[in-house]
């Protein structure tokens, strides 16, 4: 059996699945709560599914791009878990487990993360005579550049909502938007592509994988800090 875990934006969410499919998932808005609600959320569906930890054969993890503290929540949950178990651990972009639901398509998908500053994640991806393929990789841009570029009819999803407006009225039809819940990430598109390389034989190495963040966080000065300095 096989584990799936996103913790990449305030949208979290797990999913258990056996050789890629999906057997039961949990999807919930967490905001910042992610190191309080991932491990309980990991009991409770092992206990839905009727199974304990022993089971599991192999930790499936969301990469990012996404928040950070999110990630780190996830990415060491799930370490800990490959590390414990001696399991293999598999990571995978989460932009590309947004865009995998929509590959029955066939047309360029492109996932959108809300980056701040103005900047948004993006990637490309198609399934073409069967194969899933990464056209673009995992970049920073603005929507403005995204527009610019998209010449064929194009399905954007992920956090696309904010800005689905103005890719209508830019795009007109080269823009393909899901409705409703088709937009909602789930663990389960995770897991399913996470069993493809499992199923390869294809693994990372828990001691050298990393988040994907695309940007490095920023760094304050604490206000304690800033106080003792102020004192003469």
């Known amino acids: 059996m096989e584990l799936a875990i996103d913790t990449s934006s305030a949208l979290a969410s797990v999913a258990l699945a056996s050789r890629g499919e999906v057997v039961g998932e949990l999807t919930w808005q967490t905001g910042r709560n992610h ?4 491990l309980p959320n990991l009991v409770h569906i092992l ?3 009727g199974v304990g930890v022993e089971s599991l054969e192999g930790i499936i993890i969301a ?4 928040s950070f503290n999110g990630l780190r929540v996830g990415m060491s949950t799930a ?3 490959a590390f414990a178990l001696g399991v293999p651990l ?3 972009g989460t932009l590309e487990a947004e865009a995998y639901p929509h590959a029955y398509t066939g ?7 809300d980056a701040g500053r103005g900047e948004i994640a993006t990637a490309t991806f198609q399934r073409r005579k069967g194969q899933w393929l990464k ?3 995992e970049r920073l841009t603005t929507l403005e550049e995204l527009c610019a570029h998209t010449r064929r009819r194009t399905v954007f999803c992920g956090q696309v909502s904010p800005v689905a407006a103005r890719l209508r009225e830019t795009l007109g039809p080269r823009a393909m938007i899901p409705d409703g819940a088709a937009l909602l990430r789930r663990a389960g598109a995770l897991a399913e592509l996470g069993w493809l390389r499992l199923r390869d034989g294809d693994r990372d190495d828990p001691a050298t994988l990393q988040p994907l963040y695309l940007r490095r966080p920023s760094i304050t000065i604490a206000k304690s800090t800033e106080r003792e300095r102020r004192v003469p």
């Open 90 to 92: 598999v990571g995978i």
């Open 63 to 66: 990469q990012g791009p996404g």
């Open 35 to 38: 190191t309080a609600h991932l």
């Open 135 to 137: 056209l673009q990789e």
């Open 79 to 81: 370490k800990g878990l």
């Open 107 to 113: 047309l360029p998908l492109c996932p959108l993360f």
């Open 47 to 49: 206990g839905l599914a």
